[in-house]
T-cell receptor
């Protein structure tokens, strides 16, 4: 079974520029999550989708961050404009709705550096 | 407000010995707890979990203990191996939502 795919793996941009990240979850996983992990911290949930609907985006800075999952499969997370404090690893995770445990499967992440 | 706390940033253990990683939580609505392991430049991988209705779950060398009254859980690795060297994250799920709340992680180093 293929894992969660993310691209790009690394991105360096200047502040005020825009950036987009892509995620392809495990096949059949209806639930998709985007996390932000700042250096020295644990992952923090930004947004959760179930199929193509948003379940929780309470911690997403909506003035600059946006995310979509149009066909209920792939998802993109966008930052516009980026700030220095957005430097972090952005992790995508997915989960099968019928899973008996609540484990989420994570992708390798995209490391964003804002200069 | 950090609802899941891992107060030890790092831990060093000799190969073959027991590693004990600790985690405390503040939210009594958490009903499911998970441990993830993370190697550099990789995403976290699921290790073991426990429901709040249990006090112990074992999977091979890994055992998680839950003390609900103390709002404390621990991960035991016996025997520890050099390949266990990684950052371990404790995570908790609230029964009112689906999101996982993560601790800051503990970096485990297992020395030969």
């Amino acid at each position: 079974e293929a894992g969660v795919a993310q691209s790009p793996r690394y991105k360096i941009i200047e502040k005020r520029q825009s950036v987009a990240f892509w995620c392809n979850p495990i096949s059949g996983h209806a639930t998709l999550y985007w996390y932000q992990q700042i250096l020295g911290q644990g992952p923090k949930l930004l947004i959760q989708f179930q199929n193509n609907g948003v379940v929780d985006d309470s911690q997403l800075p909506k003035d600059r961050f946006s995310a979509e999952r149009l066909k209920g499969v792939d998802s993109t997370l966008k930052i516009q404009p980026a700030k220095l404090e957005d430097s972090a690893v952005y992790l995508c995770a997915s989960r099968h709705l019928a899973a008996s445990s609540y484990e989420q499967y994570f992708g390798p992440g995209t490391r964003l550096t804002v200069t | 407000d950090q609802q899941v706390k891992q107060n030890s940033p790092s831990l060093s253990v000799q190969e073959g010995r027991i590693s004990i990683l600790n985690c405390d939580y503040t939210n009594s609505m958490f009903d499911y707890f998970l441990w993830y392991k993370k190697y550099p430049a990789e995403g976290p991988t699921f290790l073991i979990s426990i429901s709040s209705i249990k006090d112990k779950n074992e999977d091979g060398r890994f055992t998680v203990f839950l003390n609900k009254s103390a709002k404390h859980l621990s991960l035991h690795i016996v025997p520890s191996q050099p390949g266990d060297s990684a950052v371990y994250f404790c995570a908790a799920r609230s029964n009112s939502g689906y999101a996982l709340n993560f601790g800051k992680g503990t970096s485990l180093l297992v020395t030969p």
